[in-house]
């Protein structure tokens, strides 16, 4: 079972992804929101959010420059770049969630997140951004285990998607958690690495 695997981590997770397992930029499959989050569900997605610093320091455990420098896939970001995304896209869900429980239905900041991955940040060595990982997922997740149900059911608005909750938030971060690993050990597996 590799890492990214979350239909076998999860079998009533199945209906949640759009599994295209031809295309390699959705390699646990699209997200798609569920109709509606049971207990179970939320759990299972700050589980996996809160497992994200290990399995992406595993994923990337003992890979060399060179390794860390090939594109997970053609035309696609380099693995270090997608090690250097993730904070970079998780500080964000962080600061959104944060002002959703702070502010009535707030307005949350888009990025771009193809120009954040070509600033020079995105050359350092993985070890800066997975240290980064270790200490905005232990803040997240303190955050996230204090939440009540009604909490997540809090609003923000996102100009690019729209209004959404924080259990979107969640649930979508959950997936992009598991996302992002396998782009890695994907690219390990069919490598050989």
Not at 14 to 36: C, H, K, Q, T
Not at 102 to 124: G, H, I, W
Not at 169 to 190: F, P
């Amino acid at each position: 079972m590799g890492v990214g695997n979350c239909n076998a981590l999860n079998p009533q997770a199945v209906w949640m992804y759009n599994l295209r397992m031809a295309d390699l930029r959705f390699p646990i499959g699209e997200f798609i929101m569920p109709s509606s989050v049971t207990p179970q569900l939320r759990t299972a997605a700050i589980t996996a959010i809160a497992d994200m610093p290990a399995r992406m320091r595993e994923a990337v455990r003992g890979l060399s420059d060179a390794q860390l420098d090939t594109p997970y896939r053609p035309g696609g970001w380099t693995v270090r770049q997608v090690v250097h995304h993730v904070p970079d896209s998780h500080m964000n869900a962080f600061v959104r969630l944060k002002l959703a429980l702070t502010e009535a239905n707030p307005t949350v900041k888009p990025y771009d997140e193809k120009a954040f991955a070509e600033l020079s940040d995105s050359r350092l060595p993985v070890n800066v951004s997975l240290g980064l990982l270790d200490a905005l997922h232990a803040r997240w997740i303190a955050v996230l285990s204090a939440l009540t149900p009604h909490d997540f059911a809090r609003p923000l608005y996102h100009p690019e998607i729209g209004a959404i909750t924080i259990d979107y938030q969640v649930q979508t971060y959950g997936w992009h958690s598991r996302h992002h690993v396998a782009h890695i050990t994907r690219l390990r597996e069919r490598e050989g690495w």
